[in-house]
């Protein structure tokens, strides 16, 4: 199993970007796809979370209403659309699949629950 998170990058504070986990040697549609990501010094927080047929979906509260998080399972791949950038969105993001993960708009199962992990990638948000 593969996990391949791309699309990173500097972006200044307000501006956009748009993450891609492309996933290979799984049955893409039977797991749950979340990002996660970690700040220097910090630990890593999950930011979005998709179930496999792409019908539930859960944001922290620091992120909601300013990231969107939707699949394509023709493609095998998860996208991570981040609006209104902040600097303290700046963070090394991963994707991660898991397929006994719980999805609802209040909450969603914690990372240990997730079985693979992408290499990561580096968002930097900063004038």
């Known amino acids: 199993v593969q996990l391949q998170a791309s699309g990173g990058g500097l972006v200044q504070p307000g501006g956009s970007l748009r993450l891609s986990c492309s996933a290979s040697?799984?049955?893409?549609?039977?797991?749950?796809i979340g990002w996660f990501r970690q700040a220097p010094g910090k630990e890593r927080e999950g930011v979005a979370c998709?179930?496999?047929?792409?019908?539930?979906?859960y944001y922290p509260d620091s992120v909601r209403g300013r990231f969107t998080i939707s699949r394509d399972n023709t493609e095998d791949t998860v996208y991570l659309q981040m609006n209104g950038l902040k600097p303290e969105d700046t963070a090394v993001y991963y994707c991660?699949?898991?397929?006994?993960?719980?999805?609802?708009?209040?909450?969603?199962?914690?990372?240990?629950?997730?079985?693979?992990w992408g290499q990561g990638t580096e968002v930097t948000v900063s004038s």
């Open positions: 991660a699949a898991g397929n006994d993960i719980s999805i609802s708009p209040y909450g969603s199962s914690p990372e240990h629950e997730y079985h693979y």
């Open positions: 998709i179930s496999g047929s792409g019908f539930s979906t």
């Open positions: 040697g799984l049955a893409f549609d039977d797991y749950a």
